[in-house]
């Protein structure tokens, strides 16, 4: 579903990352945010064993992952 847009940002440089999170209703919010940081963290932190640029990560998701994806770094 997210492919077009996640070739179009590797195409400049940018790693698609589209991290699992728990659910609302499951644990209550901000939960889901903490759990996307996570994700964004480790990721990073592996940045060099991955051959990425931590600086060149999008965020991807789809409905409640999209929302996500898109609210300000706190």
């Not at 659910?23 to 996307?36: I, S």
């Not at 592996?46 to 994806?69: E, M, V």
């Amino acid at each position: 579903m997210m492919a077009a847009a996640c070739t179009a940002f590797a195409q400049h440089g940018y790693v698609a990352v589209a991290p699992e999170y728990r659910l609302l209703g499951e644990v209550q919010w901000p939960v889901p945010l903490q759990d996307l940081r996570t994700a964004v963290r480790a990721v990073r932190a592996q940045a060099k064993a991955l051959r990425i640029n931590p600086d060149r990560l999008f965020l991807t998701g789809y409905s409640a992952g999209a929302h996500l994806a898109l609210l300000p770094r706190a």
